[in-house]
């Protein structure tokens, strides 16, 4: 890649503007393979550059994909109404780089949310043509039946739908049905329970694709960066 001077490389991973950024490299508060560079005319190759900020290490990156375990209580969308923020969950740096959610889980959804500030790769994860499966586990209010599970996997009307929706489903505990859809209506499946006459308690999102939560082995509330290999499972 072509090199970039100090400055220019923090502005671009989300460390304020250039001005900050060159005061952050002339405070010394910046070091590259061990050492303080204060020299805001040195130049470094960005690809893959390993630095500090404040003693906190970055990589360079170009873009970032990242997979959140979200809790409860956490909106997703820009300008959260009534609970906290998605993005107040992660570093600042990311808000500033307009990390934005890939499609959203609601407020008391809990579980696997993507996270990036590549558009190109939001509009394809979330274009309803991409069928990209989404798999849950809903704690229902009254127990799983066999009924149920028949009625989500032959499909259940939802009143502004043409056609009915169907879902892979099955049954793991008394209270709790695995339910995997490729599509993201709006509560489709508080709707699809709600329509075979199941109330939701909890909602917990455990897959996207092969990318599973499990996997990333992700306490509530923590991210974590996701690899090529973790993406190609999308
Ligand atoms: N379906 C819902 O009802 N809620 C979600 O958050 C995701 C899927």
């Known amino acids: 890649m072509k090199k970039l001077t100090l400055e220019k490389i923090l502005q671009s991973q989300g460390f304020g503007t250039k001005k900050s950024c060159r005061y952050m490299v002339l405070d010394g508060l910046v070091e590259v393979a061990g050492a303080v560079v204060d020299d805001v005319k040195a130049e470094f190759d960005p690809a893959g550059l390993n630095f500090k900020v404040d003693g906190e290490p970055w990589q360079y990156r170009e873009h970032v994909y990242l997979a959140l375990n979200k809790p409860t209580g956490v909106e997703c969308s820009r300008r959260p109404a009534v609970h906290r923020g998605v993005l107040s969950l992660l570093p600042d740096q990311f808000t500033a780089r307009d990390v934005q959610p890939v499609g959203r889980l609601d407020h008391d959804t809990t579980g696997l949310l993507l996270l990036s500030d590549d558009g190109n790769f939001i509009h394809t994860q979330s274009h309803p043509k ?21 009625q989500l996997s032959s499909g259940v ?30 509560h489709q499946v508080k709707r699809m329970l709600a329509a075979a006459g199941h109330h939701c308690v909890a909602l917990r999102r455990t897959a996207i694709g092969g990318l599973t939560l499990e996997a990333l082995e992700l306490a509530e509330g923590d991210w974590c960066y996701l690899d090529a290999e973790q993406l190609a499972k999308l």
């Open 130 to 150: 991409r069928h990209v499966p989404k798999t849950y586990v809903a704690t229902t209010q009254d127990p799983v039946t066999p009924e149920l599970v028949a």
């Open 157 to 186: 009307q939802l009143n502004d739908e043409p056609a009915p929706l169907a879902a892979q489903a099955r049954q793991l505990e008394s209270h709790q049905v695995e339910i995997t859809i490729d599509m993201g209506k709006y």
